[in-house]
């Protein structure tokens, strides 16, 4: 009997391009990789209602989902209204109470209304002004897996974000955290698979330990 391909569908942090997927290679003979990308908000519009538009992208039935940062709540939230044969969240965050102080703070502040996002509409200009080597490096990767630089997403981002409102993990998730994670560093409370080394980027620096790994967080054989 011929063994059915699993399709798993990849989700990237907010802004970024799929392309960070690029060193994530699973048994061709198992699994079949789809990138998703980011769409344009409409106006006004709910994590809600984006989860759903983004849904319709999705071509198979009980696929995998797995997303990363902003993009690991964007699939959390998709999982609400659909059947999924594993959902996987990678350097997130489990529940609203997991977020940052900082940005429970700019939260109740109400900061993402005055956030400066018309900088990253042009990183060009941003890095005539880097004042070191180190932060232009940083410019030029922010270029390589950016997007969206348009100011209305990531306005919209970074409020839906904020205000996320999910009060509990997922039970049916597998979250994976990197105990090097500088942007959420409380994320590991509960269960939750950590990745020693591991920082928000792991998916890209630690991308060996995710292709040996996520085939068996798939199919549960370990």
Known sequence: MEKSIIPVYLMPGMAAKPTIFDRIKLPEDQFKIYWLEWMMPEDNESLENYAKRMILKIEHENPVLLGVSF????????????????????????????????????????????????????????????FNETISKRIDLYKTYL?????????????????????????????????KDAIFTHSCDGDCIVVKGG?????????????????ELITGSK
């Open 71 to 130: 993009g690991g709540i964007l699939v959390q939230e998709m999982s609400k209204f659909m059947k999924l044969r594993k959902l996987i969240v990678v350097s997130s965050v489990k529940s609203r109470h997991e977020l940052p102080k900082r940005m429970k703070i700019a939260k109740f502040i109400k900061a993402y209304k005055y956030a400066p996002t018309q900088l990253l509409s042009n990183l060009d200009v941003l890095k005539k002004y880097a």
């Open 147 to 179: 997007a969206v630089n348009d100011k209305r997403y990531l306005d919209w981002a970074i409020k839906e974000m904020l205000l996320w409102d999910q009060e509990k993990s997922n039970e049916d998730a597998i979250y994976i955290h990197g105990d």
């Open 199 to 215: 920082t928000h980027i792991m998916i890209v620096t630690k991308y060996k330990w995710f292709n040996k790994h996520l085939p």
